[in-house]
């Protein structure tokens, strides 16, 4: 089993920054990648960025150039946020897959309004 727990959310303002975290514990071991999702009210749920355990990076459209995932150590996965818009407001979620499971934590909530 592995837990996650996210930190981080917050209301910002248009082109300002957040820092979510997302904390594992349980059995990290052998996680092959962890990611970052996010809900808007009346959408689905949609990758935002993930990172497999060899680095590489995955980016969404929406967010490229203006995110950045980090895995900061075996349990800390972390996804600043930079010139941040009206439309990232929304729960954002973090994702690991271990032995074929996938893992989700409680979300955390960004809004960005003026």
């Known amino acids: 089993q592995v837990q996650l727990v996210e930190s981080g959310g917050g209301l910002v303002q248009p082109g300002e920054s957040l820092r979510l975290s997302c904390a594992a514990s349980?059995?990290?071991?052998?996680?092959?990648?962890v990611g970052w999702y996010r809900q808007a009210p009346g959408k689905q749920r949609e990758l935002v960025a993930d990172?497999?355990?060899?680095?590489?990076t995955y980016y969404a459209d929406s967010v490229k150039g203006r995110f950045t995932i980090s895995r900061d150590n075996a349990r800390n996965t972390s996804l600043q946020m930079n010139s941040l818009k009206p439309e990232d407001t929304a729960v954002y979620y973090c994702?690991?897959?271990?032995?074929?499971?996938?893992?989700w934590g409680k979300g955390t909530l960004v809004t960005v309004s003026s």
């Open positions: 990172i497999i355990s060899g680095g590489r």
């Open positions: 349980g059995s990290i071991f052998s996680i092959a990648s």
């Open positions: 994702n690991a897959i271990r032995s074929g499971i996938n893992y």
